[in-house]
């Protein structure tokens, strides 16, 4: 008999199984603070939530990322991944993992290696071989990829350019004020891992194999109104994994919402309906 399930030795009741711990994973961007809403509602759920930051994002803070970017350089894809694979599998039991934007592909990429016991991606990124490509997000990558020989940078998004990506439901002052907040530059190297893998679903950076049947359960979650990852990406990510393999893939959209899917307000309600997705699935393949 499971120790988690064994009766009570007084009342002869099963106590409740512990919950599975959460971990947090950022977009480019952004910091770990991006989450704060969703960990602390987690948390008062009564989950472990764990948030690290990106290889070279860590625990500094936005202001300090902005004053000196240079640990983001150089930071890779695959980096960014095998990062969080470690502080997974140091884990004591198998988590949920939610991704947001480019968290949601790092996401998916260790679902495909065999963690988590459900993932969620929030307006996430595109793995290889998901051929969509949005004016909307390329536009909204200019920052990394307007200069090529700048692959291993880290350049500035300005505050009128994270109105268009993030604040795009929001006034000016506003976004400004989120900017301040959150906003870090873009670590470029990422950027291109990601999208010059599009078109090489064998061999690019951000493959995984559409067909897994043993991956975890993966929930995708769009927002109406994203620039970032607009509905066209989000509906392709999921066609492509429904194709390709029997394993579980769900799918949500939300109205009205921009890629600030995390923190925009009515933020709860797409905060619960990941958890309590990710909690049916857990339940069923405990």
């Known amino acids: 008999m499971n120790a988690n399930t064994a009766p009570d030795a007084a009342t002869g009741a099963a106590p409740e199984a512990a919950l599975p711990p959460i971990v947090l994973i950022h977009g480019l ?4 603070k991006s989450w704060d809403t969703w960990a602390e509602r987690f948390r008062a759920r009564g989950h472990e939530v764990i948030v690290p930051g990106w290889p070279g994002v860590d625990d500094r803070t936005p202001a300090e990322l902005r004053q000196d970017p240079r640990s983001l350089r150089g930071v ?7 990062h969080y694979e470690r ?12 991704g947001h934007s480019f968290g949601g592909l790092v996401t998916q990429m260790l679902a495909d290696r065999g ?16 051929k969509v490509l949005p004016f909307s997000t390329l536009r909204s990558g200019l920052p990394a990829l307007y200069n090529p020989f700048a692959i291993n940078g880290a350049n500035a998004i300005s505050k009128a350019h994270f ?24 670590v470029n190297h990422v950027f291109f891992d990601g ?21 975890a359960p993966l929930l995708v979650i769009g927002g109406a109104i994203d620039h970032v990852v607009p509905l066209t990406a989000t509906r392709a990510i999921v066609k492509k994994y429904r194709q ?21 307000d009515g933020w709860e309600e797409v905060a619960d309906a990941a958890l ?5 699935q857990a339940e069923v393949n405990a």
Do not use: C
């Open 87 to 98: 502080i997974i599998r140091a884990l004591p039991t198998k988590p949920i993992i939610m």
């Open 29 to 32: 961007w952004m910091t770990p």
């Open 276 to 280: 309590e997705w990710a909690l049916v």
């Open 195 to 215: 999208v010059l893998s599009l078109l090489n679903e064998r061999g690019g950076v951000s493959k995984v194999d559409f067909a897994k049947a043993d991956r």
């Open 115 to 130: 963690l988590g016991v459900a993932v969620v991606g929030v307006a996430p990124g595109q793995p290889a071989g998901v």
């Open 76 to 82: 890779g894809l695959k980096q960014v991944v095998d």
């Open 163 to 186: 109105r268009y990506t993030f604040g795009n439901d929001l006034s000016r002052a506003e976004s400004d004020a989120i900017y301040e907040e959150q906003a870090i530059p873009s």
């Open 244 to 264: 390709a393999g029997p394993a579980v893939v769900d799918y949500l959209e939300f109205e009205g919402r921009t890629h600030r899917l995390v923190s925009q």
